[in-house]
C-alpha cells in the first residue's frame, strides 16, 4: 500500500508567521497535487507539480516537488486567517490520486 | 450551475433507510469519482467512473450501489448502512486524458447513519 504521510498533522499559528508543511512517501509518483479545503466545502486544486526539483509560487505559497519525486513541500509566507484550512497532498500513481491525510492549519488573527 | 454539485448536503438515516445522493458536474469531464472522507483519515476512494462505465471499486461494501447513467451524472445509492458508514462523501470529476488527472470537488454530503 502506498502511504502518503503529510507532518505535521495539525498547526495553529499567528497570522504574520512562515510555517512549512511536508508530504513524505517512499514511493515515486508522476506528479503530485496539493489542495484545500475549507469547512462545508470540497477541496479545491491548488497546484500540480511535475518535474522533480520543480518549484511553483501561487502569492505567499511555495510548492516543491523533491528531486526523486517522492515528495513535496508547501511554504507559506507571512500566514493570514484566510489560509485556514485543511491542506492535502495528493500523489498521481497509474492515473489515480493517492491522497495523504491532511494538515490542518488555523491562522489566528 | 458551475463546477461539480451535490445534494443533499446533509443527510440523516437510520439503519435501515434507503437512501441516494446525486452528483453533477458542468464541466464536460469524462471521469467522475465517489470518495469518502472521515477525520483524521486520508479520502478514500469508492468508485471511478469513464465514459459512464465503472472501472474502479475498492471493495466497497455492497450496501453502497452507484450508478452513472451518462457522463455529467453520478449516483451513490445507500441501503442499510452501518453507524460506521457516517463521513463526508464527496464526489469529483477530472478529464482522465489530461493528463495528470486533476480532480475538480463538489461540496460533499455529510451523512450521519443512527
Known amino acids: 500500500t502506498q502511504l502518503l504521510e503529510q507532518s505535521p498533522q495539525f498547526l495553529s499559528i499567528q497570522e504574520g508567521e512562515n510555517l512549512t508543511v511536508y508530504c513524505n512517501s517512499s514511493?515515486?509518483?508522476?506528479?503530485l497535487q496539493w489542495y484545500r479545503q475549507e469547512p462545508g466545502e470540497g477541496p479545491v486544486l491548488l497546484v500540480t507539480?511535475?518535474?522533480?526539483?520543480e518549484v511553483k509560487k501561487l502569492k505567499r505559497l511555495t510548492f516543491q516537488f523533491g528531486d526523486a519525486r517522492k515528495d513535496s513541500s508547501l511554504h507559506i509566507t507571512a500566514a493570514q486567517p484566510g489560509d485556514t484550512g485543511l491542506y492535502l497532498c495528493?500523489?498521481?500513481?497509474?492515473?489515480?490520486?493517492?491522497f495523504g491525510q491532511g494538515t490542518e492549519l488555523s491562522v489566528k488573527p | 450551475e458551475t463546477g461539480v454539485t451535490q445534494t443533499p448536503r446533509h443527510l440523516v438515516m437510520g439503519m435501515t433507510n434507503k437512501k441516494s445522493l446525486k452528483c453533477e458536474q458542468h464541466?464536460?469531464?469524462?471521469?467522475m469519482y465517489w470518495y469518502k472522507q472521515s477525520a483524521k483519515k486520508p479520502l478514500e476512494l469508492m468508485f471511478v467512473?469513464?465514459?459512464?462505465?465503472?472501472?474502479e471499486n475498492n471493495s466497497v461494501p455492497s450496501r453502497f450501489s452507484p450508478e452513472c447513467p451518462n457522463s455529467s451524472h453520478l449516483f451513490l445509492h445507500l441501503h442499510t448502512l452501518q453507524p460506521e458508514d457516517s463521513a463526508l462523501y464527496l464526489c469529483?470529476?477530472?478529464?482522465?486524458?489530461?493528463?495528470?488527472?486533476?480532480?475538480?470537488f463538489g461540496p460533499g454530503t455529510r451523512l450521519t447513519v443512527l
Open positions: 507539480v511535475v518535474t522533480g526539483g
Open positions: 464541466l464536460g469531464h469524462n471521469a
Open positions: 495528493a500523489g498521481v500513481q497509474g492515473g489515480k490520486l493517492i
Open positions: 514511493s515515486v509518483f508522476s506528479s
Open positions: 467512473y469513464n465514459f459512464k462505465e465503472q472501472t
Open positions: 469529483a470529476s477530472s478529464q482522465q486524458e489530461a493528463g495528470y488527472n486533476e480532480q475538480f
